[in-house]
Antibody
C-alpha cells in the first residue's frame, strides 16, 4: 500500500513537501516514482529514485525545482517541490516500480497540489 | 524523447464487444511497453507489462501484443467495469518515461 500526503493550496513561487508512506513491501528493493495528472489531463512522469536512493531522475519540466528523496528506514518517499507554478497543479501519485523496472505496479491514491493566488 | 501516440482517442462500444486499442511509438521501444487502466477518481492500474505480460490479478480478457513501434491492447469481451481510460507507457529509453495521451473506452 502507498499513502501520499502533503498536498494542498499554495501560492505561485511557494513550496510543498509531499510524502508517500509504503507498507507491505520493503521499499528499498524497488525504484519509486512520482507521476502527476493535471485536472482532466493525462499522466505525466515527474521523477524516479533508485532503491538505494543513489540515483535520481527528473522530467525536464521540473528539473531544478523538484527534489526526490527517500528514507528506507521509514519506508517513505518524498518530493520537495519549490518555485511552484500554476502548471504544476495536479494530482501527484507515488508509484512503485515492478521488479527492477519502471513499470508501475502499485500506486497511491494521489494527493492534490493546487497552485493559485 | 520517445513520443507515444494512441488511437482512437475515444472508442464507443457495447458490453460484450471486442475492443482494440493502438499505441504507436516515435522510435522502437522493443517490448518495453505497458498498458494501464484508469477509472474516474482512481489511480491507474497496471494491466500489461513488457508488451504482452498480464500483471497480477488481471483477467484473461485483456491481452497485449506488438513490438518495436506498434502495440495493441485487446479486450476480448467488454465487461461493464472495463469502461475507462487506457494509457500506454514506455521504459525503453528513459529518462524521460513517457505515457501516451490515452484512449477513452465509453459505452455506446
Amino acid at each position: 500500500q502507498l499513502l501520499e500526503s502533503g498536498g494542498g493550496l499554495v501560492q505561485p513561487g511557494g513550496s510543498l513537501r509531499l510524502s508517500c508512506a509504503a507498507s507491505g513491501f520493503t521499499s528499498s528493493s524497488y525504484a519509486m516514482s512520482w507521476v502527476r495528472q493535471a485536472p482532466g489531463k493525462g499522466l505525466e512522469w515527474v521523477s524516479t529514485i533508485s532503491g538505494s536512493g543513489g540515483s535520481t531522475y527528473y522530467a525536464d519540466s521540473v528539473k531544478g525545482r523538484f527534489t526526490i528523496s527517500r528514507d528506507n528506514s521509514k519506508n517513505t518517499l518524498f518530493l520537495q517541490i519549490n518555485s511552484l507554478r500554476a502548471e504544476d497543479t495536479a494530482v501527484y501519485y507515488c508509484a512503485k516500480g515492478r521488479a527492477t523496472t519502471v513499470f508501475f505496479d502499485y500506486w497511491g491514491q494521489g494527493t492534490l497540489v493546487t497552485v493559485s493566488s | 524523447e520517445i513520443v507515444l501516440t494512441q488511437s482512437p482517442a475515444t472508442l464507443s462500444l457495447s458490453p460484450g464487444e471486442r475492443a482494440t486499442l493502438s499505441c504507436r511509438a516515435s522510435q522502437s521501444v522493443s517490448s518495453y511497453l505497458a498498458w494501464y487502466q484508469q477509472k474516474p477518481g482512481q489511480a491507474p492500474r497496471l494491466l500489461i507489462y513488457d508488451a504482452s505480460n498480464r500483471a497480477t490479478g488481471i483477467p484473461a480478457r485483456f491481452s497485449g501484443s506488438g513490438s518495436g513501434t506498434d502495440f495493441t491492447l485487446t479486450i476480448s469481451s467488454l465487461e461493464p467495469e472495463d469502461f475507462a481510460v487506457y494509457y500506454c507507457q514506455q521504459r525503453s529509453n528513459w529518462p524521460p518515461i513517457t505515457f501516451g495521451p490515452g484512449t477513452k473506452v465509453d459505452i455506446k
